[in-house]
């Protein structure tokens, strides 16, 4: 059974994913996070993260969201990357610059509190 914050998306075009949330109150905070470049795919990407809330209170999405790219996955990436988080994030998202040949797979799982 896989993990309710476990999360995969295939992203054929160029431009930003959606953002995977993530739950930063999970102690201690592990997340694993990839980005596969199948053979014959040819793309430069980046991935992003915030320690912002997509959300506001009220339900309205957050106008103040702050991206900073994962220094794991730089601008100009081409190949399969597998990192992590060890420190408490709010979002992952994927920024494809280029792509051609296929599509990019990202996957993030979070592990439970052993709490």
């Known amino acids: 059974m896989p ?9 054929s075009a160029t ?18 996070i990839q ?5 014959g795919v040819t793309t430069t990407y980046s991935v992003e993260y915030t320690l912002d809330e997509l959300m506001l209170q009220d339900n309205t999405a957050n106008p103040n969201v702050r991206w900073t790219t994962d220094p794991q996955f730089p601008v100009g990436s081409s190949a399969t990357i597998t ?5 408490p994030i709010s979002a992952v998202r994927l920024n494809v610059a280029t792509l051609s040949g296929g599509s990019l797979e990202l996957k993030t799982r979070q592990s439970f509190s052993i709490n």
């Open 3 to 11: 993990s309710p914050l476990s999360r995969f998306v295939s992203i």
């Open 83 to 87: 990192g992590n988080y060890l420190f």
């Open 15 to 32: 431009g930003t994913s959606v953002a995977f949330n993530l739950d930063p109150s999970i102690a201690p905070f592990n997340v694993a």
């Open 35 to 39: 980005v596969y470049v199948a053979g």
